[in-house]
Each structure stands twice: as structure tokens, then as C-alpha cells.
């Protein structure tokens, strides 16, 4: 079993940062994606960033150019720095994880309960 666990959410004015980190631990032997979603009020989830093992990130065009994910596989750890946050950032943030606890197992997705951002105007 795999847990995530979020930290650095908050609120925040308009054109401000907030900086979020997630450490998976338990069972793990590598972790093939690992990145943030994010779902606001009466929206469907949708993604944020991801970062691959390989290096490969995948941004989604409305963050493009403000916000940036980085991993440290060291540690388990990715992070999210959110710059030019806007109201329409607000949302509930989700650490994703794609986690292989052996050689040769099927990777299963793991999700965090969820950090609150609240930018406002």
C-alpha cells in the first residue's frame, strides 16, 4: 500500500505563489508518473502537471508559464510551484502517483485527499 500525503496549500492574493509538495511512502518500488490534478467547485478533475520517470513533464496550457513541477525521486517527493496565481486557480489540489511496489507488478494509481488553494481577487 501507498499513501500520499500534500502539504503547502492555503490562500493567497491574485498574483501571488504558493509552493505544494507531496512525499508518497509505503510499499514502492519505483513510480512510474507522478504529478497534480486539480478539481474547483462544480468542475470535473482535471490535470494539472505530470512528471515521468524518464524526465518527460506534460503541462496543461492554463498553468503553462506560471506553474512548475519537479520531482526528487530520492525522496519520493514531488512539488508544485504555483506563480502568478489567479482566482480561477482556486480549486482543490490532488497528488497523483503511479506505483510499481515490485519487479515486474502492474503500477497502481494513488491519489492524496487533497490540498485547498484559494487565490483571491
Known amino acids: 500500500q501507498v499513501q500520499l500525503v500534500e502539504s503547502g496549500g492555503g490562500l493567497v492574493q491574485a498574483g501571488g505563489s504558493l509552493r505544494l509538495s507531496c512525499v508518497a511512502s509505503g510499499t514502492i518500488f519505483t513510480i512510474n508518473n507522478m504529478g497534480w490534478y486539480r478539481q474547483a467547485p462544480g468542475k470535473q478533475r482535471e490535470l494539472v502537471a505530470y512528471k515521468l520517470k524518464n524526465g518527460y513533464i506534460n503541462t496543461a496550457d492554463a498553468v503553462k508559464g506560471r506553474f512548475t513541477i519537479s520531482r526528487d525521486d530520492a525522496k519520493n517527493t514531488v512539488h508544485l510551484q504555483m506563480d502568478g496565481l489567479s482566482p480561477e486557480d482556486t480549486a482543490v489540489y490532488y497528488c497523483?502517483?503511479?506505483?510499481?511496489?515490485?519487479?515486474?507488478?502492474?503500477?497502481?494509481?494513488?491519489w492524496g485527499q487533497g490540498t485547498q488553494v484559494t487565490v483571491s481577487s
Open positions: 497523483n502517483a503511479v506505483v510499481a511496489s515490485a519487479p515486474e507488478t502492474v503500477a497502481i494509481d494513488y
